[in-house]
């Protein structure tokens, strides 16, 4: 038996309770207000998306514009995230379930006007798919016997844009 091909949708949430938060400040850290992301799967851009929806509804951007003063992009060239922040904007990934991890940031608040992650992204929280058939046999995962056709490693899935 073969698998010739699989194809399917990344239906996988990486937004969850465990890491659902973006704290920020208007006033340069005298109030803080967390925006929570809906669970779901999400791109970069998708999670940008939400935070604006959210500081737009509860009137923290440009009205006079309609500019955002807080964005989250990515980098394709480092793979990283690029956080920019204006009008004394700050933003803290110091909660236990911000999203720093998710966007390569440390436990810290930030302030700089331009600043990249420290780390690159990490918006694929699985590291594999085990394609399983039921008639397979002689296949071991984690040295027990299971009915693994073929395992499929994530990393090299990882896109942005």
């Known amino acids: 038996m073969a698998l ?34 809906p669970e779901s799967s999400y791109e970069i851009r998708d999670i940008d998306a939400a935070i604006k929806q959210q500081m737009k509804i509860n009137y923290y951007y440009n009205s006079q514009n309609d500019k955002n003063y807080v964005s989250v992009v990515a980098n394709s060239s480092t793979l990283k995230t690029i956080l920019t922040l204006d009008n004394n904007y700050q933003v803290a990934f110091t909660l236990n379930n911000s999203m720093r991890r998710l966007f390569g940031f440390n436990s810290a608040i930030y302030t700089a006007r331009y600043q990249e992650s420290e780390c690159v992204v990490n ?10 058939i039921d008639i397979i046999t002689g296949s071991y995962v984690n040295g027990r016997m299971r009915p693994v056709i073929y395992p499929f490693s994530l990393r090299f899935l990882l896109i942005i844009r």
């Open 4 to 37: 010739l091909n699989l194809e399917t949708y990344y239906s996988f949430p990486n937004i969850d309770q465990t890491n659902s938060n973006f704290k920020y400040s208007p006033d340069g850290g005298d109030n803080w207000f967390t925006v929570t992301v």
């Open 123 to 132: 918006i694929v929280n699985i590291n594999r798919i085990l394609a399983n």
